[in-house]
Every structure is written in structure tokens, then in C-alpha cells.
């Protein structure tokens, strides 16, 4: 990046980065894991990324986060460095970064400071952009959900991923290693379970708006999904529906439902009318805590959503039951097949029961094998060296309940096995011969086009 401001500063300060309250309880069990050695200076930049910041606590203002605090010397908020621009869209112009760089070290305090920064989400801003102002900083990854198991959404910059040094991630699905940033050859490193456990204690202490019901309810977790155009949001409202019906059927009476916080309020209603209907009382959650926190709080029987990360810390760290719903529907709807939500659709529908199991669900056995195949379909120019293994998943294992996973368009562009027409089961790796072969199908295209 042209312009760069070098530092030789003898202080260093690092500056984690937080948009949510789980990603910051996960930069703190690492800090008390000690994943992070001393240095002069620590500093959290917070970052509201709600459509609506002003009608939406930040990451500082949500319970329990004081419980946090110690941990870091300052509180910064990155709203009210950029104001009045939005965190989710707002990117600098590229001569104008050395100009930004200057104003955060004199805003934040940082003059001649080494900069170190621990980023989440370093494909898009706010992260990407505090990396690409910050030229020369040492740059740590870490990951707060199941999309560190699946590939990196966006070619990231040379400049940026060669500065990347290693990815923390929390054991969400046991043995299996991420796929995100290994293109750049970054190791992957896994916060402690227990750390993380500590903290969440410490969260749930810090909530007194709820007690350990004498039943134990079933939970059920909303996404508010349609905001990401996957799905609309009566199919949302329906999903709820159905997540209602299958928990009564099941026998629960007792339901409680914790929104997304930016949900609208009629669904809840219309989720409330539904239980009562059944015979079962609902409790709609408006509090902004964490699903952890009601892990331990409410001692919930049963856990239902639909590929939330909350899944995975309820079964993995609780042993709480847990049933999905809608991954079928998800992952017929993801478009492109790049989205970065295919991996954690898929990891919840290949390894979590639907909520309406007749007895036949079997999770995968062999869930490193899958993600591996699935990625490599999802982004096959960062991860050439995974191609071999998916040709061997998917002429091993392809059948109509994995087929569920891929897309024989996509199958067939890549010359993979399951593609369309046997004459396309295998594509030369020669680049020029698949750029013919790219030729030969738009010109296919274009007289199908002109027949029609």
C-alpha cells in the first residue's frame, strides 16, 4: 500500500477488535488463557454494525460486559471515531489511508506505538479496513463462529494475509481444523475450552433478569435470516413456527424464544399465539444476552435453531440436546455457492438431528472430509490442493442425502464427479483447456439464447 507510515516506536499497543459481546468473551478467554503475550498497551475497539446502531446496544453497553472490562487498559468505539459514516459500509479511499492513520493515533493515543491489531472478520470492514489502515501492524485472526471451519470469503490482499499470523478459534465441532486463511499458510490455534467457560460464568453471574425455571423449557434461537436475502420474512416467521410446533410435539410445554435483536416484534406475537393454541406457554427473551448465558441460567432440556453457532457451545461446552430446522431449505437457497454461510449450514445439517427425526438421522462420520469437499467447491482457486480429496468424497459418497450439500451445476463447471453428463465428469486441470472449455459453454449458452 503506497503511502505506508513505518513506526519504530519503542511502546507497543495492541488493538483487539469486538462487533459482538461472543467475540469479545472469546478475545477474553484468550487473554486469560496468556495467548497473548504483554505489551505496553491494550486497547478494544468496539464496533455497533446494526442496520440501526442508535436503536442497538454496542458491544460495551450489553449485560454483563463489565464483567469484561479488566482486561483491556481503553474502551475505544469505532461509531464515534468514523461518525457520522455506518461501520458496515464505510471503506476509505486507498490515497486517503496514510491521512486515517495519522487521525486514530492521534484520536486513539497511539503516537509512535508499535500497532498490533486482533481482528474478527478480516474479509470486510470494519476489520479489513483497521488492516489496511494500520500498513505495518502484526495482524491476529480470531473467530467467533463455525465460519472459520469453512474457506475465506474474499481474496484477501497480499499485503494483508502475508501480516496474518496465526487464526484462535474455539473447539465449536472437536478434531476439525478451519479452512479459513490456510491459503496464506496461517496456523490455526484453539482458545481453551475451559477459559471460555470461565468467562461465560462470569457473564451469566452479571445477568439478574433470570432464574432456573422448576421445568426445564426448550429454547428456541432465532437468526432473523431474511436480512442476509436468503429467505423472506414470512418464510422466517414460518421457520419460528415450525421450531414451535415440533418442540410441542415433542412434548414440551414450556417454551422459550430469544430473538434475534433486531427481529420484528410481530413474530414474537404471532409465535405466542401459536403456543397457546398447543396447549404450551412461550416466553419471548427481549434481554440482549448471550444463548450461553441462558445455557446456564434456564438449564434449558432441549435447544432448537437453525445454524446458529449457539448450537454447537450448547452441545459441545453443555451437553444440552440440541435439533435443527431449516438447513435443508438453506442450503438449497444460498446463492452463490460461495456464501460463506454454506459451511456452517452444512456442518449444523450433517451433524445436528432435525427436530423432527423418525429415528433414521445418522450424523456424519467423517464431517473433515465433507467441509474439505464443500470447500474446495466453494473457492477451488484458493484451495487447488484440496481437489483430489473432493473428487475421491464425492465419487465415494455422492448420493441423493449428499448430493444435498453440492450443486451439479457447480459439480460440472469443476469437472467433478456428480456433474452433468458423463462426457463432463472430468475436466483437464490445463488451464487452457478449461478456458476453452469456458469458451465452448458460453457460445452454447449464447445459441441456446437466440433459439429461444
Sequence with gaps: MTGSLSRTGSR????????TL????????AVDAGLFPAVDRTVLVVSNNAGTPELTPAVDEMPGFQRL??????????NETIAPFHPGGWVPREDDLPIWERHLRLAWGLGDDTVELVLESIQVSPALTLAEIFTAARIEVYADGLMSYGPTRNRL???VGARIRRLLHLDLVPGLVPLLLTEFGVPAETVPTPDFLRVLDQLADAARDFETPDVA???????????LGIITEREEEELHIRMVRGVVELGHRNVVFKPHPTAPAIWSRR?????SRLGAELTVLDSPVLAEVLYQRLKPALVVGCFSTALFTASAFY?????????????????????SNRVPVTLVDALVPPLDDDGTYRPEEHPAELVAAVGFVMQPQMHPELRSGAEKFLAARLDPHTLRYFKRRRLTTLGLP???GPQLVRIPQNAAAQRVVRRARRLRRAVLRLRA
Excluded at 23 to 29: D, E, I, P, Y
Excluded at 217 to 227: D, I, K, M, V
Design 157 to 159: 490482499d497480499l499485503q
Design 418 to 420: 456428480g456433474a452433468v
Design 217 to 227: 423449557p426448550a429454547l428456541l434461537l432465532g437468526q432473523y435470516l431474511s436480512t
Design 22 to 29: 461472543y467475540g469479545a468473551a472469546t478475545l477474553s478467554a
Design 319 to 339: 451437553g444440552v440436546p440440541v435439533a435443527r430446522t431449516g438447513t435443508d431449505m438453506l442450503l438449497d437457497r444460498l446463492s452463490p455457492f460461495q456464501n
Design 12 to 19: 507497543t499497543t495492541r488493538v483487539f477488535y469486538a462487533s
Design 69 to 78: 472490562r479488566h482486561r483491556f487498559d481503553d474502551i475505544l468505539s469505532w
Design 271 to 275: 409465535l405466542e399465539e401459536e403456543a
